[in-house]
């Protein structure tokens, strides 16, 4: 069964770091685009980044370029989201998904994304 798992999540103060992780089973991230998304109260589900082995590494809003970071964990099947200065404005939560694709969207967007975990709280406030 093809799933992937985020976690992570918190409760940090401004300036803070986290780092987000997503795992996945049942499927090799060297053949999907993953993503990670975010969602805040009231507000639409939001594309952050994308990992594709082909595609590479690519950051969509410029809120987050310079901040957040993607990497991958030695098993090759974990995704990991670096997230640093965190703001109040980074409060939502984190979702990853898979796409059964070669490459990332060149916007960010949810549609190809058909695989998706249950999200991580993240909440930054002093």
């Known amino acids: 069964q093809l799933q992937v798992v985020e976690s992570g999540g918190g409760l940090v103060e401004p300036g803070s770091s986290l780092r987000l992780s997503c795992a996945a089973s049942?499927?090799?991230?060297?053949?999907?685009?993953i993503g990670w998304f975010r969602q805040a109260p009231g507000k639409e589900r939001e594309g952050i980044s994308c990992?594709?082995?082909?595609?590479?590494?690519?950051y969509y809003p410029d809120s987050v370029k310079g901040r957040f970071t993607m990497s991958r964990g030695n098993d090759n099947n974990t995704l990991y989201l670096q997230m640093d200065s965190l703001k109040p404005e980074d409060t939502a939560v984190y979702y990853c998904?898979?796409?059964?694709?070669?490459?990332?969207?060149?916007?960010?967007?949810?549609?190809?994304?058909?695989?998706w975990g249950l999200g991580t709280q993240v909440t930054v406030s002093s």
């Open positions: 049942g499927f090799s991230m060297d053949y999907y685009a």
């Open positions: 998904a898979a796409a059964p694709t070669w490459f990332c969207p060149v916007l960010a967007t949810t549609t190809g994304f058909r695989y």
């Open positions: 990992f594709s082995e082909s595609g590479g590494m690519k």
